[in-house]
Nanobody, 122 residues
């Protein structure tokens, strides 16, 4: 019954911005940490960011720190990833995921969205 659905991807020029949304159904979002991941062609899956349920603290990969911002709206059951100053190397399929009920960021992620394409190109 738990379902995560990403939206907001697409094609953007270098230096531009996109905001990804992850709508999560089948749970009370207040109790779930949510992470964003990405996978580029020929590359391993990479953790991008994660936001906690307990204190709203967030962590970021070094590659996106200062450019990306994660946020959450528990009432709307939505987690966002604001992506600014986008670079061609940000091109990837982006996924949102959760480790589960009261499971912190950094543990195994058991529930995943379908992924959405982000392409940064002129």
């Amino acid at each position: 019954q738990v379902q995560l659905v990403e939206s907001g991807g697409g094609l953007v020029q270098p230096g531009g911005s996109l905001r990804l949304s992850c709508v999560i159904s089948g749970l009370i979002l207040d109790y779930y940490d949510i992470g964003w991941f990405r996978q580029a062609p020929g590359k391993e899956r990479e953790g991008v960011s994660c936001i906690s349920s307990s204190d709203n603290n967030a962590v970021y990969a070094d590659s996106v720190k200062g450019r990306f911002t994660i946020s959450r709206d528990n009432a709307m059951k939505t987690v966002y990833l604001q992506m600014n100053s986008l670079r061609p190397e940000d091109t990837a399929v982006y996924y949102c995921a959760t480790p589960g009920f009261l499971v912190p960021c950094g543990h195994e992620y058991d529930y995943w969205g379908q992924g959405i394409q982000v392409t940064v190109s002129s």
